[in-house]
């Protein structure tokens, strides 16, 4: 007797009816916004600024558009600290189940960016246990037992959705089965999960970058944030708009260019004063000499560490590329004239000179 008792006080069931003995207003486990705590109302961090919130997020875009590409650029500005797109990140390691590629491939891709890949981003081919079948509680206890870990992009959701048993439920109502327990555990761990994932065949006919992604709205509906990387012309342009639409924070969209030499995305100039969002040439004009002088030498790390607060073993890539871009446009709108692989004491680096 004495166990059942204590049982139905655990369940807070009623011993002789066995029916919950709670309130229907207390079986509803309202709460006053008054009686809050101040961590319970801590505003949804995130990871990217005003773009990847912790939660569930889904980058969308044409097949072959290069969204592998911009993911893993993601994943490198944000276990450096680094700025993605012009926008500020918080610094964390970074799981990336890599699901459609290789060891080679991601590879290759890492060696010719400018911005080093570190340790700190873990990197996985392994497609073996699919959301259906407990990737999300594997993530969980990823998390537990590696805190540090807080943004985890999986590339592609196709990949990792696994077999869905609907049980009589419509398209719409799987898909949010499915995913509602993933957007929960993130939000509860307080990380970020980022789904790489395909626009529907025929998106480009429509406006709303919710109706663009593969599947029903379900998907949509159940993200904090969609971002959706839409071609401007052809694919093999290297032109794009990256529209991105968070759940608590205004939304935007940038103009964005493929760099073929470092397999980057880049903000697109589309104006003079563009030029100064470019943080090399934001440098060289502020240390541009005075004019009728033989010019100044500075060696490429130098530039590179004054330009973005911090080293990295391919400045003299980085530097070059900016000058090569920005040369006419320097030249033209600031006199200013750079010439680029000038040794100087054994370092190489660039002179600038004031020609009028």
Known sequence: MYRLLKRCDEQHLDWRTGKSSK??????????????????RTPPE??????I?????????????RKSFLALQMAAAVATGSVFLGHKTMQCSVAY???????????????????????????????????SDGLTERIRELHHQKPDIRLVIIDTFS???????????????????????????????????????????GAGFSSDVFERLSGTMGISGSADSVLNLISDGKRFDGKATLEFTPRDAKGGEMKLAFNENFCEWELEITNPDALLNDSVIRWI?????????????????TVFRG??????EKAGDAVRAAVIKHRSELFSQYGVAVQTGVKSNSARGIR?????
Do not use: C, W
């Open 23 to 40: 309130s229907a207003f207390d079986s509803f486990g309202f709460y006053s916004l008054p009686d809050l705590t101040d961590e319970e």
């Open 46 to 51: 995130f990871i990217v600024e005003n773009m």
């Open 53 to 65: 919130p912790t939660g569930m997020t889904f980058l969308s875009g044409a097949p072959k558009l």
């Open 97 to 131: 189940l890599d699901l459609e590629g290789s060891k080679s491939r991601i590879s290759t891709r890492a060696d010719r960016m400018r911005l080093t890949v570190p340790r700190n981003v873990y990197i996985t081919n392994d497609s073996g246990t699919k959301i």
């Open 159 to 201: 990949r990792a959705r696994g077999t869905v048993k609907s049980t009589g439920a419509n398209a719409y109502d799987a898909d949010v089965q499915l995913l509602e327990p993933v957007q929960r555990m993130a939000m509860d761990e307080k990380i970020a999960v980022v789904f790489v994932h395909h626009d529907k065949k």
């Open 285 to 301: 004009l502020e240390h541009t000499p005075s004019k009728n002088t033989g010019g100044d030498f500075y060696d490429y790390d």
């Open 307 to 312: 330009a973005y607060n911090r080293p990295t």
């Open 352 to 356: 600038i000179v004031k020609v009028f």
